[in-house]
């Protein structure tokens, strides 16, 4: 019933948080289609359900009710355990606050994910968490503890983290949103090199500018999608960082 | 996970927070110390009685008053059925088998002489004693027959007396008061040491009996008589004798019991022995509370490290680690810090047995099956309190964990 290349299918999800006798509805029922290879920015205003839509998505949480179909599997009423195995496996989850174990080396975090691995493909987990940190581009500094980090280099080391178990898909939520512009570009040319390479990145944020990155916007109001649309001038962020340092220089 | 990686997290998680692990093993480290300490001094005060047990002659007999079935070892306390010069001297008699034979008549008071004066006990004895005790003399000689008919005011000193009011000089011919009585040192013991219970034997003053019934002003009774045998063999037939005499001498009726209690040194030794053993326990047990509390130590700061570290079980648990996984490390934790503090714990009794023996010159002893259950207990502490902080760590919800700050 599924086209192999569905990544991300949910029907009707809803999520409904109470409080004493007070509910709110986060989702209010979410249509949600994301195929093998999109680069998806998911926009809103604050308090749209936003975040819960990803954790919902990362499992990280259990819809209300509706279903959801994660690269071909039923995930919406698994046992806790079954959605960590899922989440090890085929999510890697990016945060607005990076999420890196304090006193904990760069290389040590992502190696992290290997250690909870039980497919048995555990093997050279270092050698692994080294190429990783290659490919978000932090060769050095690997041995380098995140307080002794900047924002962006900790966002790196997140990516590299959420990279490492080779997921089906990359969730990122506001992943920018603690960094300023030039790292901003930054992350996000890295995740378009990311998603040419092949990876689904599904990138919340309320930036226009970041949305732009994307190949399709879908913008949640009260936990419903009122948007869903191609980018049609789709930016380069690789030009956008080019761009960004002439002005600098010119600026100085 | 393979328990390798998990004790290497572990190991990581422990390393990284030195401070906070110290204070979690503290509890431990004090508690396996106290516990090998104490049982070592237990263990050594009953090694030391048993080697004084040993160098007891095992042919002598007390006599002392009250019935021994009056809450065990009776010491007379409350009974007035005393024992009297008579019985001593029916004894002294009638005794077929006993070697010698001598009342024990027991009162304390200041000794004044020499350099000063010394606080003692006064023991009127008959001048069988010194065979009895199988104690000699350091110098001159103990009282006769007629010291003991004439009441003479003779005295004989113990070492430690001697050595208190005479540093050094001969006290033989000096004169002591006693109860402002003024009593002629005719000679000084040998020194004998402590007995089983810790009292200096060497800390008495003997006089003739009479002597202290008769001169020494005050309330006296015959604490005791003692009696010896020839041979050890003969001991428990004497004692058999030791008792018809003195059911004879008391007038006590053919089923009524004894109104005094006869016990030879391997009795008195045993109760030596059991009252240590009840210390060593009591030690123990006390030990095993600081344990105990150690343990609750851990808990707490388990606790408190489950709260602190909320947000890493959060990513923890978000980069695929099961509720499962969190407990065991958490578990795995508490362990690991318990054996470590263990280990610490052992060291530390170690040489705190060894202090406590140089500085104190008490015997202390480290039975291996101490450091065992010391390390065994310490362990089971581990996973009995670390497993309600950890519980609770695997429990958490994965995005709540995240959003604590
Ligand atoms: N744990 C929660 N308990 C109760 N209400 C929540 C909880 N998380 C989110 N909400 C509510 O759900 C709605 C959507 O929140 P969220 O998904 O965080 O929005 P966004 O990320 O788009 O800002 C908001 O009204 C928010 O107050
Ligand atoms: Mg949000």
């Keep these: 019933m599924k086209d192999s290349n569905i990544v991300i299918q949910t029907s009707g999800l809803q999520k409904v948080y109470t409080m004493g006798t007070t509910e709110v509805k986060a989702l209010a029922g979410v249509d949600f289609t994301v195929t093998d290879g999109e680069m998806v920015a998911i926009m809103g205003a604050s308090g749209s359900g936003k975040s819960t839509l990803m954790n919902i998505l990362g499992c990280l949480d259990y819809p209300t009710s509706g279903e959801y179909y994660l690269d071909g599997l039923r995930v919406d009423k698994m046992s806790k355990s079954d959605l960590a195995v899922v989440r090890n496996q085929k999510i890697g989850f990016i945060f607005q606050g990076f999420n890196l174990l304090a006193r904990t080396s760069a290389l040590e975090n992502v190696e992290l994910p290997m250690l909870y691995d039980r497919s048995g493909k555990k093997q050279n987990t270092k050698q692994k968490a080294i190429e990783s940190l290659k490919r978000v581009g932090l060769g050095e500094r690997i041995d380098h503890e995140p307080s002794e980090l900047s924002g962006g280099q900790q966002q790196r080391v997140a990516i590299a983290r959420a990279l490492v178990t080779d997921p089906a898909l990359l969730l990122a939520d506001e992943p920018t949103g603690n960094l300023d512009s030039r790292t901003t570009i930054e992350v996000m040319a890295l995740f378009q090199e990311l998603n040419d390479a092949g990876m689904t990145v599904l990138i919340v944020t309320h930036e226009n500018d970041v949305a732009e990155f994307a190949k399709r916007i879908v913008e949640l109001r009260d936990g419903r999608i009122i948007r869903d649309e191609p980018v049609v001038d789709r930016h380069d962020a690789k030009l956008a960082l080019k761009k960004f340092v002439d002005q600098q220089s010119v600026l100085v | ?405």
């Design chain 2, 1 to 405: 996970m393979k328990p390798t990686t998990l004790i290497k997290i572990a190991g990581k998680s422990i390393t990284k927070n030195k401070m906070r692990s110290l204070l979690t093993m503290l509890g431990i480290i004090i508690g396996v110390g106290a516990v090998i300490v104490m049982v070592a001094i237990g263990l050594g005060a009953q090694q030391q009685i048993q080697q004084q047990i040993n160098q007891l002659g095992t042919n002598l007999i007390v006599i002392t008053p009250g019935s021994s079935n009056q809450g065990g070892v009776s010491r007379g306390a409350g009974t007035f059925n005393r024992l009297k010069i008579e019985d001593w001297e029916k004894l002294q008699r009638e005794g077929q088998l006993l070697s010698g034979v001598s009342p024990v008549i027991i009162t304390r008071t200041q000794a004044v002489g020499g350099s000063g004066n010394w606080r003692t006990t006064i023991n009127g004895v008959a001048t069988s004693y010194p065979l009895i005790r199988d104690w000699n003399m350091a110098s001159g000689v103990f009282f006769d027959q007629s010291d003991i008919r004439g009441i003479k005011k003779v005295a004989v000193l113990g070492a430690t007396v001697a050595e208190n009011l005479f540093q050094g000089q001969d006290a033989v011919g000096q004169t002591i008061r006693l109860r402002n009585v003024p009593f002629q040192i005719i000679g000084v013991l040998e020194k004998k040491g402590q007995t089983a219970d810790g009292a200096d034997q060497d800390d008495v003053v003997l006089a003739p009996y009479t002597t202290v019934q008769n001169r020494l002003s005050g309330w006296t009774f015959i604490a005791q008589i003692l009696a010896s045998t020839g041979s050890p063999a003969d001991i428990p037939a004497a004692q058999e004798e030791i008792r018809l005499i003195m059911r004879e001498s008391h007038k006590i009726a053919q089923y009524d019991e004894d109104d005094f209690t006869i016990r030879n040194q391997t009795d008195l030794a045993d109760a030596a022995q059991g009252t240590t053993e009840v210390m060593t326990l009591l030690l123990a047990a006390i030990a095993g509370i600081s344990l105990l509390v150690g343990g609750i130590g851990i808990m707490n700061i388990m606790l408190v490290s489950v709260t602190e570290r909320t947000r890493e079980i959060g990513i923890r648990m978000a980069i695929g680690a099961r509720g499962g996984d969190v407990l065991t490390q958490f578990l795995v934790e508490s362990i690991v810090m318990s054996l470590i503090g263990g280990a610490i714990g052992v060291f530390i009794g170690f040489s705190g047995a060894k202090a406590v023996a140089h500085f104190t010159g008490w015997n202390t002893a480290i039975s291996p099956t101490t450091v065992m259950v010391a390390l065994v207990f310490s362990a089971c502490v581990g996973i009995f309190f670390g497993f309600y902080p950890a519980r609770k760590a695997a429990a958490l919800n994965p995005i709540e964990a995240l959003r604590y700050e």
